[in-house]
Structure formats: structure tokens, C-alpha cells
């Protein structure tokens, strides 16, 4: 079972380029977010979505795009890279079960560095 | 805005010693999970807390979500080594969003 597949798993950007940082769930799950991780401010949300078609901006969205065209993918795109975007970035997936919340998946994450 | 504030940030034990991990917020969440996390991985899933007063047990971990479901701890019985780690806590809020909110971890080294 591959679960949540993330690329690049490392990357080094020069400031003002873009790329698209993907990420593809092979679990048939409804919900998928990215998340960026930096030192001593846990997780913070980037974008979600529930469902194909659907997406909606999290805590931290400046500078990021996301679409989902289909369940399984949710690429994320960075428009112009700026070095405050060097960050550990991680793609999740989850289910939604009444009564026992959600069960998130997660990449093994892209190690980014924008200089 | 709701926010999670987890304690200690830091602690170093010595292998057999118990620990407490708090995680506190002034909101209500309908669920609350607990992640372990390893150097260079993603987080993984230990548990989903969902009704207050909840307890769970993982072997030697024991989850609890608070009764007015605004709060969670993990104790760790006995510790190893293998429990070595970054441990986070995240809630999920009303409505069918799938957004979590995660605490800023705790990071756990146990010493032999």
C-alpha cells in the first residue's frame, strides 16, 4: 500500500521561481490538506479540501495555490518563491467516519529551501 | 481562531519514568488526535479521541479528552527509548471540514 506519495522529496529553489510540489493518495479519501512544518511552530495548515473540486484556504495560504481535479491528487503550487517559504512541507489524507472523527494519513514530506 | 497549546515543549527522562503530555485550548473541538513523529517522517496517527471524558489506551500510552472536550493528555507509562520522538496534538472543529489545528509538539527523549 503506497498511501500518500509526495514529490519531490527535496528541492532548492532560487527566489521568484515556481514549482509544484505534489502529492497523490491511493486510499480513496475524501480529505486532503497540506501542511507546512517549521521549527517550534508545529503544523500549520496551507489548504484543504473535501472533495474534488473543493478547496479552501488554511491558516498560512499567501503564496500558495491548490487545485483538485481528482481524488487522488492535490498538487500544490508555489507561485513565486520567497525565502519565509524554506519550510518542511507535508500532504495528508483522511477519511471521515460519524462518530469517530478523522484518520489522517500523512507524506513523508518535501524538504524545501528557497535562497 | 482557535489554537492548542501544548506542554512541556521539551522534556528529556531517563528510561522506566512516567510522563504527562498536556494539550489545552479555550475552544471546543469535536475530535482531537494524537500524532507521534520521527526525524525526516511525516506524523502518524496513535489515536482519535472523540467523546468528552474519553479514555484510551496504546500499550503503554493513555489518551484522555477532556468532559467539556477542550483539552486532551497523553501519559506514558514505563518509558523506552522507542518512545523517542516529536508527539503533536490536533483537533478537528465543528462542521465537515477535515481542518486540524495542531499544537506545536512535544519533543520526548528518553534516555537509557
Known amino acids: 500500500n503506497a498511501g500518500v506519495t509526495q514529490t519531490p522529496k527535496f528541492q532548492v529553489l532560487k527566489t521568484g521561481q515556481s514549482m509544484t510540489l505534489q502529492c497523490a493518495q491511493d486510499?480513496?479519501?475524501?480529505?486532503m490538506s497540506w501542511y507546512r512544518q517549521d521549527p517550534g511552530m508545529g503544523l500549520r495548515l496551507i489548504h484543504y479540501?473535501?472533495?474534488?473540486?473543493?478547496?479552501d484556504q488554511g491558516e498560512v495560504p499567501n503564496g500558495y495555490n491548490v487545485s483538485r481535479s481528482t481524488t487522488e491528487d492535490f498538487p500544490l503550487r508555489l507561485l513565486s518563491a520567497a525565502p519565509s517559504q524554506t519550510s518542511v512541507y507535508f500532504c495528508?489524507?483522511?477519511?471521515?467516519?460519524?462518530?469517530?472523527?478523522?484518520?489522517?494519513?500523512f507524506g513523508s514530506g518535501t524538504r524545501l529551501t528557497v535562497v | 481562531t482557535q489554537l492548542l497549546e501544548q506542554s512541556p515543549q521539551f522534556l528529556s527522562i531517563q528510561e522506566g519514568e512516567n510522563l504527562t503530555v498536556y494539550c489545552n485550548s479555550s475552544?471546543?473541538?469535536?475530535?482531537l488526535q494524537w500524532y507521534r513523529q520521527e526525524p525526516g517522517e511525516g506524523p502518524v496517527l496513535l489515536v482519535t479521541?472523540?467523546?468528552?471524558?474519553e479514555v484510551k489506551k496504546l500499550k503503554r500510552l493513555t489518551f484522555q479528552f477532556g468532559d467539556a472536550r477542550k483539552d486532551s493528555s497523553l501519559h506514558i507509562t514505563a518509558a523506552q527509548t522507542g518512545d523517542t520522538g516529536l508527539y503533536l496534538c490536533?483537533?478537528?472543529?465543528?462542521?465537515?471540514?477535515?481542518?486540524?489545528?495542531f499544537g506545536q509538539g512535544t519533543t520526548l527523549q528518553v534516555k537509557p
Open positions: 479521541v472523540v467523546t468528552g471524558g
Open positions: 495528508a489524507s483522511s477519511y471521515s467516519l460519524p462518530g469517530a472523527g478523522y484518520g489522517y494519513t
Open positions: 486510499m480513496n479519501h475524501e480529505y
Open positions: 479540501s473535501v472533495g474534488a473540486g473543493i478547496t
Open positions: 475552544s471546543v473541538f469535536s475530535s
Open positions: 490536533a483537533g478537528a472543529g465543528s462542521g465537515n471540514t477535515g481542518k486540524l489545528i
